[in-house]
């Protein structure tokens, strides 16, 4: 079942409401908080899907399955908070390293990379977005 269209209609009933009924008034403001059940939050989370921009990686590996599986371990215990990404090229599979937006990023990186891994080539990709953090 898609949550997306209810929800949209519950936040625009929500602001249309609010706008509605301050007509006149000079704005207030405040905090917002929403509360919802923990039913509710954990659907939320298990249908949250990582949005994907173009952007670039670094490509640090090529080879077999159990080979890029074996490199990336190996990469991760030695750069313990890298991002890497396995995919399949066929026949073979591919290790990339982090989300760069701007290519200028990515040779910057390649830069640092290429002292361990002279191979490593920059390439397009789908990237995951900044993160951003929402705390108070």
Not at 92 to 103: A, T
């Amino acid at each position: 079942m898609d949550l997306k269209r209810p929800i949209f209609l519950f936040v625009f009933g929500c602001c249309l409401t609010h706008c509605l009924s301050g007509q006149g008034h000079p704005p207030k403001r405040g905090k917002i908080s929403w509360h919802v059940s923990q039913d509710v939050a954990e659907l939320e989370k298990s249908t949250r899907r990582p949005s994907l921009q173009s952007g670039y990686r670094i490509q640090i590996f090529l080879g077999s399955l159990e080979d890029a599986k074996r490199f990336r371990q190996q990469y991760i215990l030695q750069h313990p908070n890298a991002m890497i990404y396995i995919s399949q090229n066929i026949p073979d599979y591919v290790l990339r390293y982090g989300n760069f937006l701007s290519k200028n990023e990515a040779r910057v990186a390649l830069k640092e990379i290429r002292k361990e891994i002279p191979s490593a080539i920059i390439v397009d990709d789908m990237v995951e977005p900044p993160r951003i953090d929402l705390k108070d």
